[in-house]
């Protein structure tokens, strides 16, 4: 079967750095993707990995490693903001994306 | 530009009955796809609608179905509705075939009493 992990709950302290571990085991690999969903809203794109290595955008940051089936999302110089659920997706070989449960974060002051 | 706009935004039905769900997708976007999202569960997949062609389906019964039409507005449909299909109901548009990540509308919530 398909499976992601991912912790169920995190908490950091604000100005810290925090990263999100995933691991997949899927029918093939066609691209891991973080998104961010606060409580009581849609999803949110972060960021889109298919090659091995390091994305970074601002603040966030995704690391991929294709023959580990792993993947983490670094978020540093943490904000308030910040508290809510990150979720890893991974679009498998026939182009289904399947996400994990999430990791929901919570920052405190 | 206009996000994807899902209607309607909540729903109470009653077992048995059926359901249509609504999804317009961002302009120019011809790839819809449909979440179920529970507290439990997390986001369980669907159906993936790509030029009004059913490329993908998750693991569910029958009683889930949907259509893309050719505008790319999509429906899904739940027929003989269970207490277990209380979820919130999430469509997410693309632009083609090689995704870069998905744009969500803000989702159905559904409640069967």
């Known amino acids: 079967g398909q499976n992601i992990d991912q912790p169920t709950e995190m908490t950091a302290t604000e100005g810290a750095i925090v990263q999100i571990n995933c691991t997949y085991q899927?029918?093939?690999?066609?691209?891991l993707f973080w998104y961010q969903q606060h409580a009581g809203e849609a999803p949110t794109f972060l960021s889109y990995n298919v090659l091995d290595g390091l994305e970074e955008k601002g603040r966030f940051s995704s690391f991929l490693s294709r023959s580990k089936g792993y993947s983490y999302l670094l978020l540093k110089e943490l904000q308030m903001k910040d508290s809510a659920s990150y979720l890893c997706?991974?679009?498998?070989?026939?182009?289904?994306?399947?996400f994990g449960a999430g990791t929901r974060l919570f920052v405190k002051a | 530009k206009a996000g994807v706009t899902q209607t309607p935004r909540y729903l109470i039905k009653t077992r048995g009955q059926q359901v249509t769900l609504s999804c317009s997708p961002i302009?120019?976007?011809?790839?819809v796809s449909w979440y179920q999202q529970t507290p439990g569960q997390g986001l369980q997949f669907l159906f993936e609608y790509f030029s009004e062609t059913q490329r993908n389906k998750g693991n569910f019964p029958g009683r889930f179905s949907g259509r893309q039409f050719s505008n790319s507005r999509s429906e899904m449909n739940v027929s003989t509705l269970e207490l277990g299909d209380s979820a919130l109901y999430l469509c997410a548009s693309s632009l083609d075939e090689q995704v870069r990540g998905y744009t969500f509308g803000s989702g159905t919530r559904l409640t069967v009493v």
């Open positions: 997706a991974v679009r498998d070989r026939g182009f289904k994306t399947i």
């Open positions: 899927t029918s093939g690999f066609n691209g």
């Open positions: 302009s120019g976007h011809r790839s």
